[in-house]
């Protein structure tokens, strides 16, 4: 946990912060924090800044917060996900987190069993905790949008534009031979979305359909990839091919 993120319900109008459970639970058995130390902090979807420990008890931590002026960007990388099993995507929420998607997009396609919509890790209250727990990791606070669609065909046709209105459209596709590095130039200013398909990737249709809409094929060689190795792996190259990696904060801090 390199961030304590905070709900800006938990704020007070001074910046005091009084922690509970799992947060407090790191910061006196892992950090063991002590009066006077400081910590990194973040409001979801809100600046960052750092926590002076108050005081302590057995369970609880109180810190006193002083927040930046500005908020963190959105990352510039969008995420269109065809749904993988329910253990893969209980993996993965935490994951593209970390990585830094500004939204997830997830979809059906034609090799996605249908009852995975039905799941319980697609529901807000179980997927939240998980893409906070990557904020964590990663010292941001810009939770990623999560939208879920059960036609594929209607979210590329129909909803799409809507969602990503501008920027680089990418579908990773097994037989392609560009690699991101070649697709993807450096200091790019745009945003760029990426498809990732299903175990044994997306269809003969779905590919033509991806094209006939401003998506270019990109792959990573002749390896058949899992889902998840394949998604964390394109995603990092989409990143490093933007120089998009930034730290959030650079003073030491505990």
Not at 216 to 233: E, K, N
Request: net charge neutral.
């Amino acid at each position: 946990m390199n961030l304590i993120i905070l709900e800006p319900s938990e704020v007070g109008d001074a910046g005091d912060v009084s922690l509970l459970g799992t947060r407090a639970a790191h910061l006196l058995n892992v950090l063991k924090v002590a009066p006077g130390h400081r910590v990194r902090v973040g409001i979801i979807d809100g600046p960052s800044g750092v926590g002076t420990v108050q005081s302590l008890s057995d369970a609880a931590v109180a810190l006193r917060c002083a927040f930046e002026v500005s908020v963190p960007p959105r990352p510039r990388v969008d995420l269109l996900l065809a749904l993988p099993r329910p253990k893969v995507m209980r993996r993965l929420w935490a994951q593209i987190a970390a990585l830094g998607v500004g939204q997830i997009i997830l979809t059906n396609a034609e090799r996605v069993e249908r009852n995975y919509f039905d799941a319980h890790v697609l529901a807000p209250e179980r997927y939240r905790p998980l893409l906070v727990e990557g904020l964590q990791q990663a010292r941001d606070t810009r939770l990623p949008n999560v939208s879920i669609h059960r036609q594929l065909k209607v979210l590329v046709e129909d909803a799409l534009d809507g969602l990503f209105q501008s920027g680089l459209r990418l579908v990773a596709d097994p037989v392609a031979t560009r690699p991101v590095s070649v697709v993807v130039p450096k200091s790019l200013e745009e945003r760029v979305l990426l498809a990732v398909g299903p175990e044994g990737g997306w269809n003969t249709f779905e590919i033509d359909l991806f094209g006939a809409h401003g998506f270019q094929s990109v792959g990573m060689g002749p390896r058949p990839l899992r889902t998840d190795t394949a998604c964390i792996a394109l995603l990092a190259l989409v990143h490093d091919s933007m120089s998009s990696r930034h730290s959030l904060m650079a003073k030491p801090i505990v």
